[in-house]
């Protein structure tokens, strides 16, 4: 008897179960590492707010008021009635330089761009967003969470939100649907 040599080899079924499989593993793979991506900036946008509500402080401590606002207007934004980060000065937030003195550093949002028709803090923006009132007795700090599972955000969050809509803070989750566009729904802001 003659013995043949039997090689087999995979078939093309069996090959294209295998690239499928890998292609599925690796699309969970992308979104779990998209998902982990968003939550870091939020943990990071979330912090820095914090830091910089506590510069805030120091200088309200120090002055017996907040600091003037930079407007956006003055250095690349649109906004001329709010400071935002997307401003290409080191520092954004504030005209009156002795505010670098409690945080001389100023961080930026870590996507740091408009995703629409401006730098409107609360509808188009990835960026931090300072406001503060008249007699500089109150201030808005806000920026946009990008995870829409994130328990602290909301339709709209206000603290001390003198500067849009006078007397006003809080969280809004009862805005009429359709009159708050979806990026408002993302809004956070420190305390």
Do not use: H
């Not at 188009?124 to 700090?141: F, K, P, W």
């Not at 955000?153 to 566009?181: D, H, I, Q």
Request: glycine share 6%; net charge neutral; hydrophobic share 35%.
């Amino acid at each position: 008897m003659q013995s043949r040599d039997t090689k087999r080899g995979f078939t093309l079924i069996e090959l294209l179960v295998v690239v499928a499989i890998i292609g599925i593993l690796s699309s969970v793979v992308l979104a779990s590492l998209n998902s982990a991506r968003v939550k870091a900036r939020d943990v990071k946008r979330k912090a820095e707010l914090r830091q910089i509500t506590t510069a805030l402080e120091l200088y309200y401590d120090s002055y017996g008021l907040y600091p003037p606002y930079r407007p956006a207007s003055s250095c690349g934004g649109s906004r001329p009635d709010w400071a935002t980060s997307i401003c290409t000065e080191s520092n954004w937030l504030s005209t009156d330089i002795n505010f670098l003195n409690f945080m001389p550093s100023l961080p930026k949002d870590p996507l740091n761009k408009i995703n629409g028709q401006d730098d409107s803090p609360w509808w188009y923006a990835n960026s931090y967003t300072y406001g503060v009132n008249a007699d500089r007795s109150q201030y808005d700090l806000l920026t946009n969470l990008e995870n829409i599972s994130d328990p602290e955000r909301c339709e709209l969050r206000l603290w001390r939100s003198w500067s849009v809509w006078a007397g006003e803070t809080g969280c809004w989750s009862t805005a009429t649907p359709g009159s708050v566009p979806d990026r408002a729904k993302q809004i956070w802001a420190t305390k």
